[in-house]
Every structure is written in structure tokens, then in C-alpha cells.
């Protein structure tokens, strides 16, 4: 008689489940003494870039801000191996495109170029979409491009001192243009008219363009413009140039004095242009960001094409950029409170 084979008992649902949850944490607890696999950030950074790199302008092409872009992500692009993809995003005094590039992935692939809204927008506006002091990762200041303070060729006005006593004569009555509420040319008139105690009219247009045509029309009394876009006027005749903005004299225009040398002791607006990415960026792909535009501002023709649109190239490390926004933030906060600036 064949000896009976007794099949294995299978195992009652109670004690499967609790051999599978035996097995579960005999592996998890395996899995905690093991070295944990590489974070894929340094792996990241190593690699990067693997491809192109998008720069985001939140102003429209043409001006300094986008001819900085362009000239710095050309010679950093080819540094780096990878080309630097210039994305135009103007509107809302730069709120869409910095809007744009809080919310993108903060892997390196997206950075921006900003000026003096980053310090002021925060004061300006009752509700942004995105916080400039939490959002961004600072990389490096780029450079400094000085407004000038200018008058039509026909104005009776031939220094600062003789624009301050105008003001003086007719408070209230000297208009000055500026390329809309809250913008570096704007503020730059404020500091002016709070500095030297006057009254001046705010006329603010919707960007430097057509503020040009009306000064050029002598529609307006004078204008704190940018000096990539005056300097064509003032050297064909057309706009007087009376006084620089930054603290030293211009390159551009090395025989106008600065506002404080001409009348106005310690005034200084000095409009600058940096780089941030998405705040959690890898710090050392910031740093390589940084290393690139760096070496690209120390390249000849760089230099050259700086002097053309009358910018100063800074350069700066993450953290000094970091300290001179916290800086600007306080100082604008400041005025724009006391001035009762708004922008909604």
C-alpha cells in the first residue's frame, strides 16, 4: 500500500498577513543599516548641464537688461557647454516672468535676470504671486547702468543747480517723465526731489520710449532716463545731460558730473542687474552658474559691448548679492513708505 503524501497545511489568513508584515519590516529594517544610495542632487550637479539653460528677461528685448543677458549667456553658454536660451517674459513691471521662474524647477535650468524690482516690488505692490525674498537663489550681481538726469536742448535749465531753483520758483509745476510707477527712473526722480526738498510733478509713461518722445517734444521738463537709451539723444543734441545718477562719472559720458558733485551731496541711485534662479537650486550648480558669468564679464569683447549701452560689469558672489538686496530692500521699503508710492 502506497504510504499517503499529506499535502502542507496551508497557512490561516491571520498568520500570512502577519508573516508578510515580518517580511515587510525585516527588509525595511535591513534597508536602515544599509548605506543609504546617493542623493541624486550631486549626481545632478556633476552632470550639469546636460542641456540648454533658459534665461528668463521680464522686460521686452532691446533694452540694457536684455543686452546683458544676451551678452553674458553667449560667452557663458559656451563656457559651459550648453547654449543659454534667452526667454523674453515682459509685463507687470516684471511680476510675469519673475512670477514665471519662482515657479519653475529648481534643478538649473532656469534662471533670471532682474534689476532693482527684486528690492522694491515687495514695498510697491499690497499682493505679489511670489515672495522676492524666499522664492529666488541669488547667483550674482552683473552690473550697474546709470539713469542721467536730462533736459530738452531748448530747456532754459543748464545744471542741476538750475533745475533746483527752478523747482524752487514753480513748486509743483516742473514735470519730470519717467517710464511708469515704481520703475529705477521713477525712483531715481524721488530720491532727487526728497534729497534737494522740492516739489516736482511725476509724469509716468508706460516705458522709456514714449517717455523720450514726449521729452523730446518738450512735452515734459526732464527725465532720470536710463543711459543706454539717452546717450544716442544726448549725443546728437537733441536731450542736455546734467547729472549721472551712480556714484562715479560714466564712462559713456565722462564729462557730466554726477548729480553729487553737481548740487546734490550723497545722492546716489545706482540701477543694477543681477541673476537668480529658483530658490532650492543646487548650490553647486549655482556655483557654476556664477564661476561662468564671471569669467564671460572678464572676456574683452564683453567689456566692449558693456561700454556701448554705458553699463559698469560688477560681479559678486551668492552671498554678497544676497546681502546687497536685504540692503536695497530696506532702502526702498523706506522711501517708497515716506513718498506713498503704490502701484495697485
Known sequence: MAPSITPPSRPSRRRALALAAGAVATVAAAAFFLPAPAHAQPADAAAWPAKPIRWVVPFPPGGAMDVIARTLGERAGRALGQPFVIENRPGAGGNIGADAVAKSPADGYTIMITSIGMATNKALYAKLSYDPAKDFAPISLLAVVPNVLVVNANSPDKTVADVIAHAKREPGKLTYASAGNGTSIHLAGEVFASMAGLNLLHVPYKGSGPAVTDMLGGQVDLMF??????????????????????????????????????????????PWFAVFAPAGTPAPIVQKINAALLDAMKQPDTQARFDAIGAQPIGSTPAELAAHVDKEMARWGKLIKERNIRMD
Open 225 to 270: 532716463d536710463s543711459i543706454t537709451s539717452a546717450a544716442p539723444h544726448i549725443q546728437s543734441g537733441k536731450l542736455r545731460a546734467l547729472g549721472v545718477t551712480s556714484a562715479r562719472r560714466s564712462a559713456t559720458l565722462p564729462n557730466v558730473p554726477t548729480i553729487a558733485e553737481a548740487g546734490v551731496p550723497g545722492y546716489e541711485v545706482s
